[in-house]
């Protein structure tokens, strides 16, 4: 079983869509999250944390699921531009390696 | 606040060759580390350096050396270049002890053939 899982997609929606995605990890030691954005032939960016009372910003919605093991990241009133692949990131047990998941590749179409 | 610089942006080159992949940040972030992401492989950790004169080994550090002799620079050497060496290095910053958020390069695409 991988450590970290992601649906690898793509999910192709309209604009105006809401969509969501979600992440499992297999590490109950796991203490830090994180959902970034990758686009095409560019390197990752930092999309958000992911905080035990989840946090938004903006459209974007992160959730932690910790007796379930996994995260989610809902994002709101898709944009063409929200199109990318979104990576799952997890960080166990206070160690600074983390481990990334293969991604979730999404489409917004007009 | 140039953030993590990475170069060559491109590189060619023949089997057996090497050459030393430049990255540097100026963010005076403890922990950096190197990857590279193939087509549905993901991204891999290949060294990472918790410090100056700090080093580790990632999930595929083969054919792969690094050394960290200050803070801001963390050089990837390949040894002699193999074409399943061929892929797109990252190279990633953080500051560890307050939060392991990572802050990536713009990245060098490889071609060994």
């Known amino acids: 079983r991988k450590e970290v899982e992601q649906d690898p997609g793509p999910f192709n929606v309209p604009e105006g869509a809401t969509v969501a995605f979600n992440c499992t990890y297999s590490n109950s030691a796991s203490q830090s999250f994180f959902w970034y954005r990758q686009d095409c032939r560019k390197e990752p960016k930092l999309l958000m944390s992911?905080?035990?009372s989840g946090n938004e910003d903006g459209r974007f919605t992160a959730q932690l699921n910790r007796a379930s093991q996994y995260i989610s990241l809902l994002i709101r009133d898709s944009k063409l531009s929200d199109s990318a692949t979104y990576l799952c990131?997890?960080?166990?047990?206070?160690?600074?390696?983390?481990?990334f998941g293969r991604g979730t590749s999404l489409i917004v179409h007009p | 606040n140039a953030g993590v610089t990475q170069t060559p942006k491109f590189q060619v080159l023949k089997t057996g060759q090497s050459m030393t992949l430049q990255c540097a940040q100026d963010m005076n972030h403890e922990y950096m580390s190197w990857y590279r992401q193939d087509p549905g492989m993901g991204l891999r950790l290949i060294h990472y350096?918790?410090?100056?004169?700090?080093?580790d080994q990632g999930e595929v550090p083969n054919g792969y050396n690094v050394s960290r002799s200050t803070t801001e620079d963390f050089p990837l050497r390949l040894l002699s270049a193999a074409p399943s060496q061929t892929s797109v290095y990252f190279c990633?910053?953080?500051?560890?002890?307050?939060?392991?958020?990572?802050?990536f390069g713009p990245g060098t695409r490889l071609t060994v053939t």
């Open positions: 990633a910053s953080s500051s560890g002890q307050y939060s392991y958020e990572q802050y």
């Open positions: 990131v997890v960080n166990g047990g206070g160690s600074y390696i983390p481990t």
């Open positions: 992911v905080y035990s």
């Open positions: 350096s918790v410090g100056a004169g700090i080093t």
